[in-house]
C-alpha cells in the first residue's frame, strides 16, 4: 500500500484545514490509520487514529475537541480535519497505516507504512 498526504498550508491561528491521505494498492478498512506531526527540532507525535472496526478515534490530549479523523471507505482515504488552529500546531503531518498488531496505536514504531508528509504552517 502506498500513502499520499495533502491538504497542508499556510493559514492564520483560528482558521481550519482538512488533511486527506489517500491509499492505493490496498483497501485501508482493515488497519489502524493515523496522523502523527513532526514539528522543526521535534520528535515525531501522535496526533489522532481511527480504528479498523467500529471507526472508534483516539487524539492526543493537546488536539482534543479541535481536530477529528474520518475515514472514508468508499474513497479509501482518511481525512484529519484541524479546526480552531494554533501556531503550535504548526509542523509536518504525517499519515500512516497500522501493522498487524497494535498496543497503544500512539507510538510511531506500530505503523509500518507512512505517507511522504504535508506541511500545515498556522501563523498568530
Known amino acids: 500500500v502506498q500513502l499520499q498526504a495533502s491538504g497542508g498550508g499556510v493559514v492564520q491561528a483560528g482558521d481550519s484545514l482538512r488533511l486527506s491521505c489517500a491509499a492505493s494498492g490496498r483497501n485501508l478498512r482493515s488497519y489502524v490509520v493515523a496522523w502523527f506531526r513532526q514539528a522543526p527540532g521535534e520528535e515525531r507525535e501522535f496526533v489522532a487514529a481511527?480504528?479498523?472496526?467500529?471507526?472508534?478515534?483516539y487524539y492526543a490530549d493537546s488536539v482534543k475537541g479541535r481536530f477529528t479523523i474520518s475515514r472514508d471507505a468508499a474513497e479509501n482515504t482518511v481525512y484529519l480535519q484541524m479546526n480552531s488552529l494554533k501556531p503550535e500546531d504548526t509542523a509536518v503531518y504525517y499519515c500512516a497505516k497500522g501493522g498487524d498488531f497494535m498496543g497503544t496505536m500512539t507510538g510511531a514504531y506500530e505503523y509500518d507504512t507512512w505517507g511522504q508528509g504535508t506541511l500545515v504552517t498556522v501563523s498568530s
Open positions: 481511527v480504528r479498523r472496526s467500529q471507526g472508534h478515534t
